[in-house]
């Protein structure tokens, strides 16, 4: 199972980036795949996840409005479109699988089986 997260890189505040997350080795449609970012000295959080099996994705308030998740079953990709970034943005964004369907968009705890290694983010002011 390979999880291959790209795209990250420095940018202006009030930039953009697509984040890619690519995908091997496991049935694509049994999984959500997640992103999810980290911070220094901050909690692992959340921001956006997509599923398959019921067509349902979940963002995170504070990214509501400037991310925009999507995949392509043929490419077997997730990207995550950021707009509008803003310094406290920056971060490592990882990709994730969570299991059948977006646990965060029904209040359920997600269950990670699987990771990508994580691209950084930087945003400067």
């Known amino acids: 199972v390979q999880l291959q997260a790209s795209g990250g890189g420095l940018v202006q505040a009030g930039g953009s980036l697509r984040l890619s997350c690519a995908a091997s080795?496991?049935?694509?449609?049994?999984?959500?795949i997640a992103w999810l970012r980290q911070a220094p000295g901050k909690e692992r959080e959340e921001v956006a996840c997509?599923?398959?099996?019921?067509?349902?994705?979940y963002y995170a308030d504070s990214v509501k409005g400037r991310f925009t998740i999507s995949r392509d079953n043929a490419k077997n990709t997730v990207y995550l479109q950021i707009t509008s970034l803003k310094p406290e943005d920056t971060a490592i964004y990882y990709c994730a699988t969570d299991r059948g369907v977006c646990g965060a968009a029904y209040g359920v705890e997600p269950v990670y089986d699987y990771w990508g290694q994580g691209t950084q983010v930087t945003v400067s002011s």
């Open positions: 080795g496991f049935t694509w449609d049994l999984y959500a």
């Open positions: 997509i599923s398959s099996r019921d067509g349902r994705i």
